[in-house]
């Protein structure tokens, strides 16, 4: 791959990414308390959906929620509250796929209490070479663009509910996309997002668990991002995340199990 495709590709995918997660780095411990249960949402699913469960409170979520160390070869950090996205401030052109919307910029539901959010991002790996792309040849300058984008990045949101909340938010996410697979539009601060396509992955974790990769198009070019809703008891996680490298189609971009696996065990 040329180093200007390259350049091209991951500038595209750049865009969509910030247009999707910059404004995604809410508060790290707010707590919302507005006593209202959304109940009407839950449906299959998890035979324990309709038992009530205790929420987290702040300081609990907080202790739960991933820190440095917890994922091998991730770096870990508090997301600032400069960009947080209240709930009102998402709007979608197909009312049904909120949830889903919601789940991308880390906003909880209806009876939630307390949130914490982290940016969990890939840590490059040393391999000794010092060669500047100026030295290399264009193809190997491009091999190495694309290597230095190969780098995931997830925003991790942990929303603690009261009663039923939590499971009702989790199976309302779930027919969302299922409803939604052919696409919607988001739209944060005026700035709207096309989702293309929205179909099934694997994951396991929690009480229940479910992946999807969420397709965004910018002017015909699409990048693919993994979205991630893991349940324990009164307590949803959400991971959305993105690879650069994976917008050029030449790099195989996975949903992040291991940083799923690591907030599992910590709310186990």
Same mark, same amino acid.
């Given at each position: #791959? ?76 508090? $997301?600032? =509250? ?21 789940? #991308?910029?880390?906003? $909880? ?6 949130? &914490? ?14 060669? @500047?792309?100026?030295? #290399? ?8 663009? #694309?290597?230095?984008?190969?780098? /995931? ?31 919607? &539009? ?5 700035? =709207?997002?096309?989702?293309? @396509? ?39 996680? &959400? ?16 949903? =992040? /199990? ?11």
């Amino acid at each position: #791959m040329h180093a200007t495709a390259v350049r091209r590709t991951a500038l595209a995918a750049a865009a969509a990414a910030l247009a999707l997660l910059a404004t995604a780095c809410g508060g790290t411990s707010d707590a919302t308390k507005d006593g209202k249960d959304d109940k009407g949402a839950a449906s299959g699913g998890s035979s324990d959906r309709k038992t009530p469960a205790k929420a987290l409170t702040a300081a609990e979520l907080e202790k739960a929620t991933l820190a440095q160390g917890d994922v091998q070869g991730r770096k870990v950090t508090k $997301a600032g =509250p400069a960009d947080e996205v209240p709930a009102d401030g998402v709007k979608v052109d197909k009312e049904g796929c909120l949830p889903v919307a919601h789940a #991308m910029f880390g906003v $909880a539901q209806k009876g939630s209490v307390a949130t &914490t959010k982290r940016k969990v991002i890939d840590e490059p790996k040393a391999d000794g070479k010092k060669k @500047s792309l100026e030295d #290399m040849a264009e193809g190997e300058a491009g091999e190495a663009l #694309m290597e230095a984008f190969d780098l /995931t990045s997830t925003f991790v949101a942990l929303h603690s509910y009261e009663g039923t909340a939590g499971p009702d938010a989790f199976a309302a996410l779930e027919k969302a996309a299922a409803d939604c697979a052919g696409g919607f &539009t988001a739209t944060v601060a005026g700035t =709207p997002t096309k989702v293309a @396509s929205i179909s099934e992955e694997k994951v396991t974790g929690g009480d229940e668990a479910a992946a999807w990769t969420v397709t965004s198009e910018d002017d015909g070019d699409t990048a693919p991002f993994k979205l991630v809703a893991l349940r324990k008891e009164a307590t949803v996680a &959400t991971f959305f995340s993105f690879n650069l490298a994976a917008a050029g189609g030449d790099v195989k971009f996975d949903v =992040p /199990t291991e940083v799923v696996a690591a907030q599992d065990e910590k709310l186990a």
